[in-house]
């Protein structure tokens, strides 16, 4: 754990002082055209770019074996840096993680994030940090008021499903993922995901960097 944060404070130190970046906590008008950016098909992509503009890097830096993490979130010079694994490359991961870690950036930047989080999304430690990040991801990207009320919620097929996504300008992975996670069967909709689709996007920069 401590020699990846080391790589990832390395990596962002080195962005924080080449283009002298700024945060400003109460800026979060943003937030909803990030979540949009998921039905891109360099999503990814985009969103390192927007949150480099609000002052948040993200860096990828590959798993270390072993060690169970699929995002963090610290702070580096005041500047807040995300580092994410994508040791689960699929798209619903990659949304809801990065989702995640900017909850800890928005929420707890005065109340938490000097220490840092380190998150195994799947495996929540339930506390009320995590509590509050898991909500505030989630209705960001699908607010609870048409989750609750939407036939996705319950759909057995596609076409809810993908229509709610249309309705939200989200990627449609993103409500297969909540699907999954929700009724606890990670053998349906597995294809609907976005498998395979991240790392080629964004790991080539880590060799680059």
């Given at each position: 754990?401590?020699?990846?944060?080391?790589?990832?404070?390395?990596?962002?130190?080195?962005?924080?002082?080449?283009?002298?970046?700024?945060?400003?906590?109460?800026?979060?008008?943003?937030?909803?055209?990030?979540?949009?950016?998921?039905?891109?098909?360099?999503?990814?992509?985009?969103?390192?770019?927007?949150?480099?503009?609000?002052?948040?890097?993200?860096?990828?830096?590959?798993?270390?074996?072993?060690?169970?993490?699929?995002?963090?979130?610290?702070?580096?010079?005041?500047?807040?840096?995300?580092?994410?694994?994508?040791?689960?490359?699929?798209?619903?991961?990659?949304?809801?993680?990065?989702?995640?870690?900017?909850?800890?950036?928005?929420?707890?930047?005065r109340?938490?994030?000097?220490?840092?989080?380190?998150?195994?999304?799947?495996?929540?430690?339930?506390?009320?940090?995590?509590?509050?990040?898991?909500?505030?991801?989630?209705d960001?990207?699908?607010?609870?008021?048409?989750?609750?009320?939407?036939?996705?919620?319950?759909?057995?097929?596609?076409?809810?499903?993908?229509?709610?996504?249309?309705?939200?300008?989200?990627?449609p992975?993103?409500v297969?993922?909540?699907?999954?996670?929700?009724?606890?069967?990670?053998?349906?909709?597995?294809?609907?995901?976005?498998?395979?689709?991240?790392?080629?996007?964004?790991?080539?920069?880590?060799?680059?960097?």
């Amino acid at each position: 754990m401590l020699s990846w944060k080391a790589q990832v404070t390395r990596r962002a130190e080195s962005i924080i002082e080449n283009e002298r970046l700024s945060y400003r906590p109460l800026d979060v008008s943003w937030l909803k055209e990030l979540a949009k950016l998921s039905a891109k098909a360099d999503g990814p992509l985009q969103a390192q770019a927007l949150l480099r503009e609000h002052g948040i890097v993200l860096v990828i830096e590959r798993n270390i074996p072993g060690m169970e993490v699929d995002g963090a979130a610290f702070l580096v010079e005041n500047i807040p840096v995300i580092g994410l694994t994508l040791r689960r490359d699929a798209l619903d991961n990659f949304w809801f993680t990065l989702m995640h870690e900017v909850a800890h950036v928005i929420l707890h930047y005065r109340t938490g994030l000097a220490s840092g989080f380190f998150d195994d999304v799947e495996h929540v430690e339930v506390d009320e940090f995590e509590q509050e990040a898991n909500k505030f991801a989630s209705d960001l990207l699908v607010p609870e008021e048409l989750w609750s009320r939407s036939p996705a919620r319950i759909a057995k097929v596609p076409a809810p499903i993908e229509n709610l996504a249309k309705q939200l300008g989200i990627a449609p992975a993103i409500v297969y993922g909540r699907i999954r996670f929700e009724r606890k069967n990670y053998a349906i909709f597995s294809d609907k995901i976005g498998r395979g689709s991240v790392k080629k996007l964004l790991l080539p920069e880590v060799s680059d960097a």
